[in-house]
T-cell receptor
Framework: KQEVTQIPAALSVPEGENLVLNCSFT??????LQWFRQDPGKGLTSLLL?????REQTSGRLNASLDKSSGRSTLYIAASQPGDSATYLC???????????????FGSGTQLTVLP | GAGVSQSPRYKVAKRGQDVALRCDPI?????LFWYQQALGQGPEFLTY????????KSGLPSDRFFAERPEGSVSTLKIQRTQQEDSAVYLC?????????????FGEGSWLTVV
């Protein structure tokens, strides 16, 4: 069974710092990996999607990397801002199997606070 | 609408009451998922539809949970005889087609509290 772990569970940084959020998964047979942002009381907003054949994806100040063989992904946030404060979740999607098996398996998230 | 819409946003139910949670996916999206998110945890898979077909219900925690998508669009998650442990956020998500590579879009969730 796939397990996804995110470390740290919570992180507090001053505004302007660059930071890295970590995600690890136990089964490397994945189709893709997705990073989400969740604000309090809100649903999930997709940030970056990395296909298994890709090494990284970038969007603005965000860069996500994927090392499938070692079961790791990182989300790099450059020049952090107070508006980046949220919970960041990573999720992996398995390779399609005989069952539908299309569901994402999520980590528990990293709660980020960027202090002004 | 432009996004995944869920209703009600907030529901307080007395223990033993039945509840129904509605999801309107993005128009034209083939795949629809239900997830349950407990406080401080990541979402956990409940069930998956491809159009009107429920292809995977392995995540439903008990036979009190039932989901349907009769016309391949709107979906309803029904919880019978609610228990306190059912208190959670219920998230609906959709994606464009059956290809697993497409981005999945989430609604804002239905927050269920069982008292």
């Amino acid at each position: 069974k796939q397990e996804v772990t995110q470390i740290p569970a919570a992180l507090s940084v001053p505004e302007g710092e660059n930071l890295v959020l970590n995600c690890s998964f136990t089964d490397s047979a994945i189709y893709n990996l997705q990073w989400f942002r969740q604000d309090p009381g809100k649903g999930l907003t997709s940030l970056l999607l990395i296909q298994s054949s890709q090494r990284e994806q970038t969007s603005g100040r965000l860069n996500a990397s994927l090392d499938k063989s070692s079961g790791r992904s990182t989300l790099y946030i450059a020049a952090s801002q107070p508006g980046d404060s949220a919970t960041y979740l990573c999720a992996v999607r398995p390779l399609i199997s005989s069952g539908s098996a299309r569901q994402l398996t999520f980590g528990s998230g990293t709660q980020l606070t960027v202090l002004p | 609408g432009a996004g995944v819409s869920q209703s009600p946003r907030y529901k307080v139910a007395k223990r033993g009451q039945d509840v129904a949670l509605r999801c309107d996916p993005i128009s034209g999206h083939v795949s629809l998922f239900w997830y349950q998110q407990a406080l401080g945890q990541g979402p956990e898979f409940l069930t998956y539809f491809q159009n009107e077909a429920q292809l995977d219900k392995s995540g439903l925690p008990s036979d009190r949970f039932f989901a349907e998508r009769p016309e391949g669009s709107v979906s309803t998650l029904k919880i019978q005889r609610t228990q306190q442990e059912d208190s959670a956020v219920y998230l609906c998500a959709s994606s464009l087609d059956r290809v697993a590579g497409n981005t999945i879009y989430f609604g804002e969730g239905s927050w269920l509290t069982v008292v």
